[in-house]
């Protein structure tokens, strides 16, 4: 629609979901500590910490994801049904306990990166306000500094 909304490139959103920095810049990690995700990001204030009921997405990512795996393990494994059908099993419940446990940080970062890409993200403001839709009014200018 406008060039605004151009900008946000789908490759370049995804690489960086997938190192797990902000969608947005990519000059910080989303990760605050271990399974803690912050609250915004600190160089170009990108909201990441939405209202209530916005991770309900980042659940239904990780879920489905594990799901797949599962699944995939299931059919790479196939030949031990008949033979081992328990060591099947076991391997199977390995997955599915470990595996959302492993992708937590990822289904978040995935999450705000689809969140961005479609309607950018909300920005932080030192007063606690939200900027909805704040791609230029409050990050953009590059260098990590906040605009009025
Ligand atoms: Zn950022």
Same mark, same amino acid.
């Given at each position: 629609?406008?060039?605004? %909304?151009?900008?946000?490139? /789908?490759?370049?959103?995804? #690489?960086?979901?997938?190192?797990?920095?902000?969608?947005?810049?990519?000059?910080?990690?989303?990760?605050?500590?271990?399974?803690? /995700?912050?609250?915004? $990001?600190? #160089? $170009?204030?990108?909201?990441?910490?939405?209202?209530?009921?916005?991770?309900?997405? #980042?659940?239904?990512?990780?879920?489905?994801?594990?799901?797949?795996?599962?699944?995939?393990?299931?059919?790479?494994? /196939?030949?031990?049904?008949?033979?081992?059908?328990?060591?099947?099993?076991?391997?199977?419940?390995?997955?599915?306990?470990?595996?959302?446990? #492993?992708?937590?940080?990822?289904?978040?970062?995935?999450?705000?990166?689809?969140?961005?890409? /479609?309607?950018?993200?909300?920005?932080?403001?030192?007063?606690? %306000?939200?900027?909805?839709?704040?791609?230029? %009014?409050?990050?953009?200018?590059?260098?990590?500094?906040?605009?009025?």
């Amino acid at each position: 629609m406008s060039a605004k %909304r151009g900008r946000r490139s /789908i490759p370049l959103t995804l #690489a960086r979901s997938l190192r797990l920095r902000c969608p947005a810049c990519g000059r910080a990690t989303i990760v605050e500590r271990p399974f803690q /995700i912050k609250h915004h $990001c600190p #160089a $170009c204030r990108a909201l990441f910490k939405r209202e209530e009921g916005f991770f309900v997405g #980042a659940i239904v990512a990780n879920v489905l994801t594990t799901e797949l795996v599962v699944l995939a393990t299931y059919f790479a494994l /196939i030949a031990l049904a008949s033979a081992h059908f328990d060591l099947l099993l076991a391997i199977l419940l390995a997955v599915a306990v470990l595996f959302p446990v #492993a992708f937590y940080h990822h289904s978040w970062s995935l999450w705000l990166g689809a969140d961005y890409v /479609i309607e950018s993200l909300p920005v932080y403001t030192e007063r606690g %306000r939200v900027v909805e839709d704040g791609d230029d %009014r409050a990050r953009g200018n590059g260098r990590g500094e906040s605009k009025p």
